[in-house]
């Protein structure tokens, strides 16, 4: 997620997100902006949910973002091994990040 605007300035069509499970508008309109050639306005949301991807990318793909769904209360299926469930430090950080985002209370 992190390079979504980088991939789309050197050709890339679209994007699998993980932030887009939270937040799909911002995405979208990201990408649709770099479409529309509205180049700053794509920049502008990149970098302003840049916190969110960083905290969602903070241990390995998927358990950040299982665990901020299940802090959302959306099923997300459990995680299977080899995988852990979030380690405290990086969950706390990502509650915080999720608050302020106001994505929880």
């Known amino acids: 997620d992190d ?3 980088p991939m789309l300035a050197l050709g890339a069509k679209g994007l699998i997100s993980v932030v887009s499970n939270l937040v ?3 995405m979208a309109e990201l ?3 770099y479409f529309r050639g509205e180049i700053e306005k794509a920049q502008e949301i990149q970098l302003s949910y840049f916190p969110l991807m960083k905290a969602l990318f ?3 793909n998927p358990i950040p973002i299982k665990a901020a769904m299940a802090e959302l209360e959306l099923d997300s ?3 299977r091994r080899p995988l852990w469930t979030m380690d405290k430090k990086p969950l706390k950080e990502l509650q915080n990040t999720l608050a302020a985002f106001g994505l929880l209370p």
Request: proline share 13%; charged share 5%; no cysteine.
């Open 58 to 60: 903070s241990q390995v």
């Open 77 to 79: 299926g459990n995680l």
């Open 31 to 33: 990408t649709h902006s």
């Open 24 to 26: 799909p508008e911002p």
């Open 3 to 5: 390079q979504t605007l």
